[in-house]
C-alpha cells in the first residue's frame, strides 16, 4: 500500500505542477498570436494524441515532465513563429511557465489551510540562553516562554524557527512570559552568521506540553493566509540562497525523480494539507529552477533573447542555438540519470531523504 500511495501521490503532485507550468506558455504563446503545434504531458515516444484545431494534444511515455512545442522555436523564417515575435513577447511567453509554477501556491495553500489539518500546539520555551547572544542582550532568560514574534503567535518550535530565519538580519519584537507569568516585549536581530552551534538567537528552544489539535479555516481567512505563506515561503528561499553565498549554510543533498518520489510518499502519509503544501513548495522550487540560465531551461532560451536585444537585434542563428539547447538537454537528462541512481541505492540501503 505505501508503494501504491507513493507512486499515486507523485505522479499526481508532478502533473499539477506540470500542467500548471506548460498552461502558462500555451495560454501566453496563444495571446501572442503563436501557433502551438503540441501540448504534450511527459516527453516522447508518443501513447496517443488528439488533434484540436491546430494543435495536438498529447500523453508520452516518459512521466517526468512536459512542453509546449511551438512553431519555429529558434527560426523567426516560420510563419506564426516564437521567434519572429518581439523580445518582449518571447520573455512574456518563456516565462510565463515558472510565473504560474509561482502564482500556484497561492491556491494550494489556501486549500491547505481550508482542509483539516494536525497542528502541534505547546509551551515554547528557552531552555538555555548563551552569554552575549542577541537573546542573553534582550533580556531573555531560561525558562521563559515565547509567545509571540511580530504579533504571529508561535505554537512550536517550527513556528520560531520560521519566523526566525523569514528575518534574519533585521529586528523581530518578541513577546515572552516570565516564570512570574508577567509579559515582556523585547526586541533582538537575528545573525545571518552565528558562532557554531549558537544559531541566530543564541538560545536552545524546547516545546513544553505539546496536543495535537485537528484545524482548518473558513475561505474567506484561509485565502489571505495562503498569500501569506507563499510570500513568506519567498523570502525563506531567498535567504536561503543569500545564506549559501555568503557561506552560513551547505548545498543539502540533491533529489531526482525516484528521491521526489520518496518524499511524497512520505508527505502523503500525514495527509492531504501537507501533501498540498509539498505541492506548493515544489512548485516554487520548479519556478526557480527553469529560470536558471541554463539550455534547455526556459531561462537558457530567454538568455539567448536578452542576447539578441543587447546586440540591438543581432541572432544567434537557429542552427546554434537550437544546438546548444539540445546539447544541454542531454546534459540535463545524463544528469538526472545520476541522480537517480544515487536515490535508489539510498533506497535500497533503508534511507529516508527526510532528516
Not at 552569554?131 to 517550527?158: C, L
Request: aromatic share 8%.
Amino acid at each position: 500500500m505505501d508503494i501504491v500511495l507513493t507512486i499515486l501521490s507523485f505522479f499526481g503532485v508532478l502533473a499539477i505542477v506540470i500542467v500548471a507550468h506548460e498552461l502558462g506558455h500555451f495560454a501566453t504563446a496563444k495571446a501572442c498570436g503563436i501557433k502551438v503545434e503540441e501540448f504534450g504531458l511527459g516527453y516522447p515516444p508518443r501513447l496517443f494524441g488528439i488533434k484540436r484545431g491546430e494543435t495536438v494534444y498529447s500523453l508520452n511515455v516518459i512521466p517526468l515532465g512536459g512542453f509546449t512545442k511551438m512553431a519555429g522555436e529558434e527560426d523567426p523564417n516560420v510563419e506564426r513563429s516564437l521567434a519572429s515575435k518581439g523580445v518582449g513577447a518571447r520573455l512574456l511567453v518563456l516565462s510565463a511557465g515558472s510565473l504560474m509554477n509561482a502564482i500556484l501556491p497561492f491556491l494550494l495553500l489556501s486549500i491547505a489551510f481550508m482542509v483539516p489539518h494536525d497542528v502541534w500546539i505547546g509551551q515554547v520555551t528557552v531552555e538555555e540562553v548563551t552569554e552575549n547572544s542577541p537573546a542573553a542582550i534582550a533580556g531573555v532568560i531560561a525558562g521563559d516562554t515565547i509567545i509571540s514574534i511580530n504579533d504571529k503567535p508561535i505554537n512550536n518550535t517550527g513556528d520560531l524557527s520560521r519566523y526566525i530565519q523569514l528575518n534574519l538580519g533585521g529586528e523581530i519584537t518578541m513577546l515572552v512570559e516570565h516564570d512570574d507569568a508577567s509579559q515582556e516585549e523585547v526586541k533582538l536581530s537575528p545573525r545571518w552568521r552565528p558562532p557554531e552551534g549558537e544559531g541566530a538567537i543564541g538560545a536552545t528552544i524546547i516545546t513544553k506540553d505539546s496536543i495535537v489539535e485537528s484545524q482548518s479555516e473558513p475561505f474567506w481567512r484561509a485565502m489571505p493566509m495562503g498569500v501569506g505563506q507563499t510570500v513568506e515561503t519567498m523570502v525563506l528561499f531567498k535567504n536561503a540562497i543569500l545564506s549559501l553565498f555568503i557561506g552560513t549554510a551547505t548545498v543539502g543533498g540533491v533529489a531526482g525523480p525516484v528521491g521526489i518520489a520518496q518524499i511524497t510518499g512520505e508527505v502523503a502519509k500525514a495527509g492531504i494539507s501537507p501533501l498540498l503544501e509539498w505541492t506548493a513548495f515544489f512548485s516554487l522550487n520548479l519556478a526557480i529552477l527553469n529560470l536558471l540560465p541554463l539550455p534547455a531551461l526556459d531561462g537558457g532560451r530567454i538568455v539567448f533573447v536578452l542576447l539578441e536585444w543587447v546586440r540591438r537585434g543581432k541572432r544567434i542563428s537557429p542552427k546554434r542555438e537550437g544546438l546548444v539547447h539540445l546539447i544541454g538537454f542531454a546534459m540535463l537528462m545524463v544528469f538526472i540519470l545520476a541522480v537517480t541512481f544515487q536515490d535508489i541505492m539510498r533506497i535500497i540501503s533503508g534511507e529516508s531523504i527526510i532528516p
